[in-house]
């Protein structure tokens, strides 16, 4: 009987000289290269045990520097004969996947070597990383032992992937993912670079290899994450009160953070960030991503992070290394990067991609509207760092007593300042800190950016749970309108109340968590933050203008970019939601006359698209269908210009978002008065003419001329893709209205309510002045 053989080309004992001494322990001066390391390392792992193998590693790692070192370790598998004897002593698990590579076969036989595990985390990091046309790109971070440990961020796009991936990919098929999430589980026996090695394992073959998400997914890669960040959060925390007891300096860049912590939190947000914006597993519940189904430690985690991060940026970045929690927030109106101490930019540089992560995370969860009471019963039990202090005991229902969590005055200073700190340094980020670009700093910039936005749509989601629940228990109507931004192309889609959209709204009960919660919210740093990222876009966007950025034939102004709009949109919603609270701030006389300077800017660009256009006015309400036909079956460019359609869809939707604010406003004691003092009704008296005497004319005109035609063989073709009521309107040859005409007849209402109240609360004011003379 044959049977295939396997013929081993260095003994034991030549392979443990390779990296170890007489007496056993690794060698302290090895002089034994990679390739030779490996060799031994893939014939001995077994028979050497565990101290051989731990000392190899440790050899491995050291030698590992280059991307040359890196496909060396990438390239080693196990012979054919030596994988099956493997497979064939793996505790008879017919479900385990069979090692071809040596780092997995490692992983899989010393499961309880924390040093073993740690290290072959390392050699995945970079493994998953190879590769010689991206070497320079990616966010890179030095491992204690010198060698370049790459971060792929999570938010590139799975078409970047090299001819590499694969490497990523067969790691993958090998189990690899389970291994690591297996590692993460064993935190609190890894080293500080070893938490750090696994982080970024994580990290890397998460977002590198094509299936890598959805096999993090199945594995509960969402819970073991979050587990893993609470870990690191702990470890920090109590790093940072034994540093500021000791009053002594940390070994990190900042006190009470060590390098190793930051990097492993940063790489454990960007995979808890990745693994929830992953797509779900096929089910029957309609759940397209994993945030709709966050879990309740995997917004803890987030939360907390958030929380610590935000403390010590604020301690560091804003004020500058001050440690008393007693000393107030100093706001020094504007930082320059450049000119800032060192303690600053070293807390910006550290600090912002873990906010960056984290917020992106908070914006995801907060998406989902089934997810708001969770992510307010996180917040307010997360802000509150004595918890202690808040259980009593109170009658259960059945008789009994059950412990209950409840507020007292020490907790809620604690609660206000922990959730402040988090909207100080928000706020720092979002309108404070400038000066980024003008070192060259495009990573960061771009990380800022993304922060801006980030914070808005979490915020925006977060005060409008609580608008929406005054508004049920109040008996007066609001003709405002929400509007939202799509990211693709900088389009304009309103979402006025009444329409029938109300299941959309998010339902969230009165708690005392979410009450307290949009409390601070709204207690004036929030709508500071949304008013001055408003009007520095305005401003930015109106200098650009000034400075011959309209574009050429175009009437109006050139239109915001995607980003721009899609903030200073996210901003003004956020303003009207925290001034239906109660937010005197967003109220004031001082955020009327700013938001007064965005409405008239946007109300001219509205009236000015008439008069330019004049007649060819009704072209703006031309069916959409027939638009593409005439594009597709002529080279005729249509009369208006699509930056100046886009352009009065951006500026109608300001005006409507303005007005928003502004009914607010007149429901205060002072606000009638406020914008009576304002050019606010003669704008919007302007704008109501533009629309009844322009406007609603040429659109007359466009059903005229595009509305009465019999349904054409072009349009029949495309006719299943529309609703039945669009195709029924076709065939009975009516009026499909475009999103300019629903613009127009929206704007037109709210510009008629406004007015009318804001007329009759001014004579009503008026009158009480006089009786009172």
């Known amino acids: 009987m044959l049977c295939r053989t396997w013929a081993r080309l260095m003994t034991l004992a030549a392979a443990q000289q390779l990296v170890a001494d007489t007496s056993g322990q690794p060698a302290s001066t090895p002089t034994a290269t990679l390739p030779n390391v490996l060799s031994a390392l893939t014939e001995h792992y077994r028979q050497g045990g565990e101290a051989f193998t731990r000392a190899a590693l440790q050899r491995v790692v050291a030698l590992d520097q280059s991307n040359e070192d890196t496909q060396h370790i990438a390239d080693t598998c196990l012979p054919e004969a030596l994988a099956a004897v493997a497979a064939t002593t793996l505790a008879g698990d017919a479900t385990q996947p069979t090692s071809r590579h040596l780092i997995t076969e490692l992983l899989r036989t010393y499961p309880h070597s924390a040093e073993i595990r740690e290290r072959c985390c390392r050699c995945i990091a970079n493994i998953c990383q190879l590769s010689a046309d991206t070497a320079g790109e990616g966010t890179s971070a030095k491992s204690s032992s010198g060698a370049v440990v790459k971060s792929q961020p999570p938010s590139d796009d799975a078409d970047q992937h090299s001819h590499q991936s694969t490497l990523a990919d067969a790691l993958v098929e090998e189990g690899a993912v389970e291994l690591i999430l297996g590692t993460l589980a064993m935190a609190n026996r890894l080293s500080p670079r070893g938490r750090c090695w696994a982080a970024m394992a994580m990290l890397n073959i998460t977002c590198i290899s094509r299936n890598g998400a959805a096999r993090a997914t199945k594995a509960g890669a969402v819970d073991c994450v979050a587990e893993y960040i609470l870990f690191l959060l702990d470890e920090a925390t109590s790093a940072a009160a034994a540093v500021t007891t000791a009053a002594s300096s940390s070994s990190g860049p900042l006190r009470g953070l060590s390098e190793e912590t930051a990097m492993a939190l940063d790489a454990a947000l960007g995979v808890l960030t990745a693994v929830l914006a992953a797509e779900a597993p096929e089910n029957s519940s309609g759940v397209s991503f994993n945030y709709e189904t966050a879990s309740y430690i995997a917004v803890d985690a987030v939360v907390r992070a958030l929380l610590f991060v935000s403390a010590l940026l604020v301690r560091d970045g804003r004020n500058d290394g001050a440690y008393s929690a007693s000393l107030p927030a100093r706001r020094y109106g504007t930082v320059l990067f450049p000119s800032s101490s060192a303690t600053q930019q070293t807390a910006v540089v550290v600090l912002l991609p873990l906010l960056h992560k984290a917020w992106m995370a908070l914006q995801e969860v907060s998406s989902c509207s089934t997810n708001l009471p969770m992510v307010f019963d996180v917040i307010y039990e997360a802000a509150n760092a004595n918890q202690e202090s808040m259980v ?25 300042a922990a959730l402040s700190t988090m909207i100080d340094a928000a706020l720092f980020l979002t309108t404070e800190l400038e000066g980024l670009d003008a070192i060259g700093a495009d990573e960061l910039v771009r990380l800022q950016k993304d922060v801006r936005l980030s914070v808005m749509d979490t915020m925006q989601s977060m005060t409008a749970s609580r608008r929406d629940s005054a508004r049920m228990n109040s008996t007066e109507g609001d003709p405002t309108s929400a509007v939202r931004i799509s990211g693709n192309d900088g389009g304009v889609e309103e979402h006025h109340q009444g329409d029938g959209s109300a299941a959309d709204a998010p339902e969230v009960y009165p708690t005392a968590a979410a009450v307290g919660v949009t409390d601070v919210l709204a207690s004036g740093t929030l709508s500071n933050m949304a008013l001055a990222c408003a009007v520095r876009l305005h401003t930015e966007h109106q200098e650009h203008g000034r400075c011959g950025g309209k574009a050429t034939g175009a009437a109006v102004t050139e239109p ?81 210009h699509e930056e100046d359609r886009l352009t009065f869809l951006q500026q109608a ?33 302007e704008v109501q003419t533009s629309l009844r005497d322009s406007y609603l004319p040429a659109l007359e005109a466009a059903k005229t001329l595009y509305g009465n035609g019999p349904l054409s063989s072009s349009s029949s073709s495309s006719a299943a893709g529309c609703t039945s009521e669009e195709v029924s309107a076709r065939k009975a040859g009516g009026w499909v209205p475009n999103t300019a005409e629903e613009t127009v007849v929206r704007l037109l209402k709210l510009s008629d309510e406004l007015i009318v109240n804001l007329s009759k609360l001014s004579e009503t004011s008026r009158q009480a002045s006089d009786s009172t003379r």
């Open 392 to 416: 009593v005991e109170r009658a259960g229902v059945t008789g009994g007593s059950e412990e209950v969590l409840e507020m007292t005055a020490q907790t809620e200073r604690q609660y206000i």
């Open 560 to 640: 915001y970019g995607t980003y721009d709009f899609t903030l200073l949109s996210r901003s003004l919603v956020v303003l009207a939601n925290v001034a239906d609270i109660g937010d005197e701030v967003a109220t004031s006389a001082n955020s009327v006359a700013a938001l007064q300077a965005i409405l008239i800017d946007a109300a001219e660009d509205v009236v000015a698209l008439p008069r330019a256009y004049k007649a060819s006015l009704a072209e703006l309400f031309k069916p959409t269908e027939a638009r593409e036909n005439t594009s597709s079956s002529s080279t005729q460019c249509d009369v208006i």
């Open 653 to 685: 939707a300001l005006v409507g978002q303005v007005y928003a604010v502004l009914w607010s406003t007149l429901r205060t004691a002072q606000g009638v008065s406020t914008v009576s003092q304002l050019r606010v009704l003669q704008t919007a008296r």
